[in-house]
């Protein structure tokens, strides 16, 4: 990078997991333009502590309070300076503060929202790769970063797709649809009926990316698209009717804008996030990320179909929430975490994911969704709810069985 760039200072929340090792990764190229401030995790203090020693953040912070003692101690065991704390209110303190002024949002589900609006509040350059967030709130998170003057840079493969088309985030009347490209998981081509037995080593098997284990299974039911349409019509302010889905199984073209002359423009690269990760952290400087150039002669052919509601309805799920809006979205991710968190623990089938998050909807998509309370009301009663029916359902499968 050249000499005038002044140093981010960056705050990377979820930096054990597989969106903070790429971003760490990337930082790392770049000692003198970019440095990790302060790094947060939920509950696994040693891994914290190894990235402490590669990275030197001024903070570290666990999740998990009861962890605190623990991580303050091996810091200084490993001789290291970086401030130890725990809690989400003092990893939301600490992203307002002058710790950072960059944040990459990286933490799994709705466990993320609130250091997310605490950077949009606080007005940072917000590099978000938590998805659940905007299905949560996106209206509040959209409505605070533009009260702040906060930059929103989506990390999410597609959405910075679709940010380097547009050249920004304002797609406006110049954009005909927008266009999200999606492997199809795991379990494409497959008819519903034979998903009925998948296994979770089979389920977080994902043909092109490798990701943590919640968002492989929102891929291997594509709920991950729904959650990312929801997510775009946040980000870019477009409606339902400009938004599609397009399964192209080599991953390659990350998603398409198609604009008002007929014109389409699509962004090309391996499957590999550091490439949006860099786009965020450098830009508007495009920087090195360490991801090879794409050679389209090795990889042939590219290869477009439609999505299948049928065998898929989690996608046709996260259509209709987004239709209904108010707390319907807040209400499907809810249920879906819950949902995959019990499918990850063996306590129900892969098909029981979006039969719950249906009933969840069908029981709760129309509470009040006029505040962050509201909202997060609508998330504890989906959570509630989930909990209960997995509790059935696990109960009816053993006095079955
Ligand atoms: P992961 O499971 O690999 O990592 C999750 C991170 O969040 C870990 O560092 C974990 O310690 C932390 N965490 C979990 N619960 C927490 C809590 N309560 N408080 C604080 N930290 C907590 O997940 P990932 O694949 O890196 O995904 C992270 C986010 O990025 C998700 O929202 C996902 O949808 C999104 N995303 C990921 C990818 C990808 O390629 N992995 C692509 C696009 C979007
Ligand atoms: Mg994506």
Redesign the pocket.
């Known amino acids: 990078m050249d000499a005038a760039f002044t140093t981010r200072s960056v705050a990377v929340?979820?930096?054990?997991?597989?969106?903070?090792t790429s971003t760490l990764d990337v930082i790392a190229r770049h000692p003198d333009a970019l440095r990790a401030s302060v790094l947060?995790?939920?509950?696994?203090v040693s891994a914290l502590v190894d990235l402490c020693r590669i990275h030197h953040p001024e903070h570290a912070v666990i999740?998990d309070p009861a962890r605190f003692e623990a991580l303050r101690q091996a810091l200084a065991n490993a001789g290291l300076r970086t401030r130890a704390h725990a809690g989400?209110q003092a990893?939301d303190a600490l992203v307002a503060s002058d710790a950072c002024d960059t944040v990459v949002a990286?933490?799994?589900?709705a466990?993320?929202l609130s250091s997310t609006l605490a950077a949009a509040k606080a007005g940072k350059r917000l590099l978000l790769?938590?998805?659940?967030s905007l299905v949560l709130a996106g209206a509040l998170v959209m409505a605070a970063a533009k009260a702040s003057g906060a930059d929103i840079i989506p990390?999410?493969?597609e959405h910075n797709a679709i940010f380097q088309c547009l050249g920004s985030r304002e797609a406006g009347a110049r954009v005909r649809r927008i266009v999200l490209t999606a492997s199809g998981g795991p379990f494409r081509g497959r008819s519903r009926a034979s998903l009925e037995t998948v296994t979770v080593a089979q389920a977080v098997a994902h043909p092109k990316?490798?990701?943590?284990?919640?968002?492989s299974v929102?891929s291997a039911t594509l709920m991950n698209k729904g959650l990312e349409l929801i997510e775009a019509a946040h980000l870019f302010d477009v409606g339902r009717d400009r938004l599609d889905v397009l399964v192209h199984p080599q991953s390659l073209v990350h998603s398409l804008v198609d604009f008002i002359d007929g014109s389409t423009l699509a962004q090309l690269g391996l499957p590999d996030?550091r490439t949006a990760l860099s786009l965020g952290l450098g830009w508007p400087r495009r920087i090195d990320s360490g991801v090879a150039g794409l050679d389209l002669l090795r990889h042939g052919t590219l290869e477009f179909e439609a999505p299948d509601l049928e065998a898929f309805p989690c996608l046709r799920l996260a259509w209709e929430a987004l239709e209904t809006g108010g707390a319907a979205p807040a209400v499907l991710n809810a249920a879906n975490e819950t949902a995959v968190s019990a499918f990850l623990q063996g306590k129900i089938g892969f098909l029981a994911i979006p039969a719950l998050v249906e009933d969840a909807l069908a029981a709760h998509a129309h509470a009040p969704a006029g505040s962050l309370e509201a909202l997060l009301a609508a998330d504890g009663h989906a959570r509630h709810f989930s909990q209960g029916w997995i509790q059935r359902t696990a109960t009816g499968q053993a006095a079955s069985a």
């Open positions: 929340l979820g930096a054990t997991g597989s969106i903070g947060a995790a939920g509950s696994n999740a989400d990893l990286a933490i799994v589900g466990a993320g790769a938590n998805k659940e990390i999410d493969s990316w490798s990701m943590g284990p919640k968002i929102d996030m």
